[in-house]
């Protein structure tokens, strides 16, 4: 170690760090100086701009610098200056070279971000800038070569020249937001023939970049609140577009005005989220259609009124009149009353040429539509011919549409009757659509209609909404329905009820043509059976032309019909050269083959049909050869005139009626049916009937047989006669008469004269109908053979009988006269039985009596006679028989036969009467009381001297018979017991 102490320091080191803290110092000194004396300077400069005559002289520079600029004249309220990053100006106007107003503003407010240093940098950034009570006013007047806000295009681009990056004067301007209050474009361009008028009642955007000389907005999010866009069409200045666009009328010299979008030189735009609020949209087409031909209820593209709109928009972009954005939310209601709750779209696009969503899914009140929709046209202009201009491709999943909807869009399709009667039903759809509404078509498609209705197939139609035009062309794989619906949906199907009782059906074919110009072919299965067709309808409504083919296979006609005594059918049916759908006018070859058919539990098959029907008149054959059912018919039955005429021949060969179920007896019918008679109207009907070689077969053993029976009827006016005639037996009937009403008629005569018997007898009322016939009659039966046991099992042949009368109703009388020389009833013979009515009004005398009557072979009774006066509900009578039997000797006996409420009763007058050759009487006050199920006499004795015959009742519902004081071996001589 040294012992050396240190050197001291020289002068030199010691003076170095003092001198740079002196010099530190000062530097600081003066750098504050300068930035307090320049924070002074500004708030100096501040201050005096606060100054009104500093304001004033700002207020004048600006606006000369703007005039100077623009060359044009600008006036300015105010201008206020913060710390120069922040100024606003009131009541900024800027005139067009015209002297009209082009821009004015309220108040407009412009907030800088580090003006000093962003110009330092060649770069003006506007943190935000408000606009408020602004008015645009955009004019291309009629004339005019150029719009008035040209002049501020050319300063811009002189400007944008001026400040080329090349010479290095180049400012980049920015804006980052904005806000607006009540501001309105109006963009009036007169030489195009269009007004656009935009108007925001509140607005606000934070923007990346605006641009003003090329037009382009691009903002991160753009919100309105109170949008209205208004568009009016008008006539354009055809001469002005000469002059601008030389030769753009060459090539369609005699066609309409090229159409410019109102929305051409609208700024591009690209936002990432767009937003408007209670928006409105209203068009006016004056050049289309000068005054509004249609009501405020029906959609007119001409004028469209749309409000309440609400859009919810995502990467929205706007160049080149196309947008495209992702669509949240658009909503909004028009005059007509549609409402459209949501639409979203996640790749929409529209422009003047198309419209284009996909994965849209579109929801109305009632409507539910997704998920593609792309409309293609011309123009906008091509909505106002919507049906026949705007092309639609629809690819619909799980959607359904109202009906309604549609027809809001194609009013023409009210015109169209089954958009009339069903606008207000929802289809479920789904498929592919394409096409035009006047040429649409469906592929793999699915509709559900009215719930009760499934169709499923592809379709392609012209005309739709024109309905007298309209053909379809339908390739259905499945369609599910029931007629209720059917006649619901379809105007003018008007099938009888009992259609309804085919319950579900399914059809699967085809269809092609018009409503009445068409081929259709199917298979049609409903819940009573199956039906197959093969039609062909041509010549439209006033000259239809039909053939094809109809076959029904196992169809429940028991249900169909409403008829219990019907059972299936099978058939085939053919069709030929058919022209006419109604009777006057159908005329066609028809052929059908019924396969089986079941009636009454039989089944009949085998029957053919073939003829001709020509309008209400059919020529032709009808046959069945079956075991027990074996016939032919071949003739005409003519309903062309007023009064049909049926001329035909029936061959029935066999006729089983009990294996047919028809009889419950044992018979089997055979004859020739020869019929020409004109009218199917018994009370008009003349002509004849012949019947030739009849046969009825009873029991399979007793044979009845009818060489021939010939029914005329003919007339000469009020005139009338018929006539039968055969070997059996000969009729007439002549005079005023209807011959449907005859027993009708005759009842009411009983009722009106005789009313407590006709009442009593059973007899039902009939409906009163004004009469005045007047006819007499004539029945001469040769001999009945054995044809009379069809009627009485019991009763015989009746030979050279005669029936004959007559009935006036104007007289209110009737008079009847029967004489047969002998009928057989069993064992029993009645020979020369005559009966005699004469009736006038309620009074009538009756006189009948028997020759002789013939009881088995060992007894035979005298002649006997009753003759009665009738007066209303009383009748008094008298018998008298002479020798009638070795029992009675004679017979004399008066009394009256009457109705007591519901009761008959029998009262005799003191008679006398001769039994075993001794003198009896009757005494007073007897009666014979009887009713239904109910018997009852009084004091009915018979006395001879000391002998007794009583008839007393039995316990009411039998009666008992007392002899007294008889010697019965007086008896055994007479009676057989």
């Known amino acids: 170690m040294s012992d050396t102490p240190p050197s001291p320091p020289s002068q030199e080191t010691t003076e170095l760090p003092s001198l740079s803290r002196r010099a530190f110092r000062w530097v600081r000194k003066m750098i504050m100086r300068v930035f307090l004396g320049t924070v002074g300077l500004l708030f100096l400069l501040y201050a005096l701009l606060l100054l009104p005559p500093v304001q004033h002289f700002a207020v004048k520079g600006i606006t000369g610098f703007l005039q100077e600029k623009l060359e044009t004249e600008v006036s300015l309220g105010g201008v206020r200056l913060q710390l120069f990053d922040k100024f606003s100006l009131t009541d900024l106007e800027i005139k067009d070279h015209n002297g009209e107003p082009l821009l004015i503003s309220g108040r407009t407010e412009v907030n800088f971000q580090a003006l000093i240093l962003n110009l330092l940098r060649k770069r003006l950034v506007i943190q935000d800038i408000t606009l408020q009570h602004a008015r645009i006013n955009w004019v291309h007047p009629y004339g005019a070569m150029e719009p008035n806000i040209q002049f501020l295009f050319d300063a811009l681009k002189k400007k944008d020249q001026e400040d080329d990056p090349k010479n290095g004067n180049s400012l980049d301007l920015r804006i980052k937001t904005f806000l607006l209050e009540d501001v309105q474009l109006v963009k009036l361009d007169s030489v195009r023939g269009n007004k656009l008028t935009i108007s925001i009642r509140e607005g606000d955007g934070l923007v990346n970049n605006l641009d003003l000389q090329t037009g382009t907005i691009d903002a991160k999010h753009l919100f309105v609140d109170g949008l209205q866009i208004g568009v009016d069409v008008f006539d354009a200045d055809s001469a002005t577009w000469a002059i601008l666009f030389p030769g753009i009328f060459e090539s369609q010299p005699t066609g309409p005005l090229v159409e410019v979008p109102a929305l051409a030189g609208f700024p591009n735009l690209c936002v990432d989220m767009f937003h408007v609020r209670d928006g409105k949209f209203l068009l006016n087409n004056y050049r289309k259609e000068p005054v509004r031909l249609t009501s405020e209820e029906v959609l007119d593209f001409n004028y469209l009124d749309v ?206 043509g018009f409503f009445t110009d068409f081929v259709a072919y199917g ?210 009937m002549e005079g005023r008469y209807n011959l449907k009403e005859i027993s009708a008629v005759f009842f009411q005569f009983l009722e009106r004269n005789y009313a407590t018997f006709f009442a009593r007898m059973g007899i039902p009322k009939t409906e009163r109908i004004p009469d005045t016939s007047s006819f007499q009659f004539a029945l001469s039966l040769e001999d009945t053979k054995d044809w009379m046991e069809l009627l009485i099992p019991t009763l015989g042949p009746i030979v050279n009988g005669n029936v004959q009368g007559y009935f006036s109703n104007e007289n209110d009388s009737l008079w009847l006269e029967v004489d047969l020389p002998s009928v057989h009833l069993g064992e029993m013979v009645f020979e020369n039985v005559y009966l005699n009515a004469d009736a006038l009004r309620d009074t009538c005398v009756l006189d009948f009596g028997i020759f002789r009557t013939i009881l088995g072979s060992k007894r035979e009774l005298a002649p006997v006679s009753l003759l009665g006066l009738i007066n209303r509900d009383t009748m008094n009578f008298g018998i008298t028989a002479i020798d009638y039997d070795k029992l009675l000797n004679k017979l004399e006996m008066d009394g009256v036969f009457y109705l007591d409420n519901q009761d008959f009763f029998i009262r005799f007058a003191e008679s006398k009467m001769v039994i075993l050759n001794d003198e009896w009487q009757i005494q007073k006050n007897n009666f014979i009381r009887f009713g239904k199920d109910y018997v009852q006499t009084r004091d009915f004795v018979l006395t001879s001297g000391d002998r007794r015959i009583i008839l007393q009742s039995l316990d009411r519902r039998g009666l008992q018979l007392y002899l007294r004081q008889f010697d019965l071996d007086e008896l055994n001589g007479i009676l057989e017991y």
């Open 523 to 732: 298979d049609l299965r409903t819940e009573l059976g199956r039906a197959t067709m093969d039609m062909k309808l041509s010549g439209g409504q006033k000259e239809p032309q039909y053939s094809g083919e109809l076959a029904l296979l196992d169809f429940d006609l028991k249900t169909f019909t409403g008829n219990p005594e019907f059972g299936n059918v099978t058939f085939t049916s053919r069709v030929i050269d058919g022209k006419g759908l109604t009777g006057a006018t159908a005329n066609a070859r028809v052929e059908a083959a019924i396969d089986s058919m079941s009636f009454r539990d039989y089944m009949y098959k085998n029957l053919a049909l073939e003829g001709q029907l020509n309008r209400n008149l059919f020529d032709g054959a009808f046959g069945i050869q079956d075991q027990n059912i074996d016939f032919n018919f071949i003739g005409t039955i003519d309903f062309t005139q007023s009064v049909p005429f049926f001329d035909f021949s029936a061959d029935v060969r066999r006729v089983d009626l009990k294996r047919l179920n028809l009889s419950k007896k044992d018979f089997i019918l055979s004859g020739q049916i020869d019929l020409k008679i004109q009218d199917i109207d018994l009370a008009n009907a003349k002509g004849q009937i012949a019947l030739k070689n009849v046969l009825a077969l009873k029991d399979h053993e007793k044979a009845y047989t009818l060489d021939s029976l010939l029914i005329t009827a003919e007339s000469n006016g009020n005139q009338k006669r018929l006539s039968l005639d055969s070997e059996m037996l000969h009729g007439q």
């Open 307 to 512: 409000f309440n709109i609400d859009i919810v928009v995502r990467s929205l972009s706007f160049a080149d009149q196309q947008f495209h954005g992702i669509v949240d939310l658009i909503s909004f209601e028009n005059s007509t009353g549609f409402k459209l709750e949501k639409l979203t779209v996640k790749d929409a696009t529209v422009s003047d040429k198309t419209v284009t969503l996909y994965d849209m899914r579109l929801i109305t009140p009632e409507s539910s539509l997704g998920d593609t929709l792309i409309l293609t046209y011309k123009s906008y202009s091509d909505f106002t011919f919507f049906p026949d201009a705007v092309k639609l491709d629809m690819r619909l999943r799980n959607s359904s549409v109202w009906i309604n909807d549609i027809v809001t869009f194609a009013s023409g399709l009210e015109r169209n009757p089954f958009f009339q009667k069903n606008r207000n039903e929802v289809v479920d759809l789904d498929g592919h659509i394409t096409g035009k509404i006047n040429s649409l078509r469906g592929k793999d498609l699915s509709v559900r209609l009215a719930k009760n209705t499934l169709i499923q197939g592809d379709f392609s139609s012209l005309f739709l909404a024109v309905p007298d035009l309209t053909s379809l062309n339908l390739r259905l794989k499945r369609l599910e329905t029931n007629m209720k619906t059917l006649r619901e949906l379809i105007p003018g199907f008007n099938l009888p009820p009992n259609f309804d009782k085919l319950g579900r059906l399914v059809f699967s074919g085809s269809f092609d």
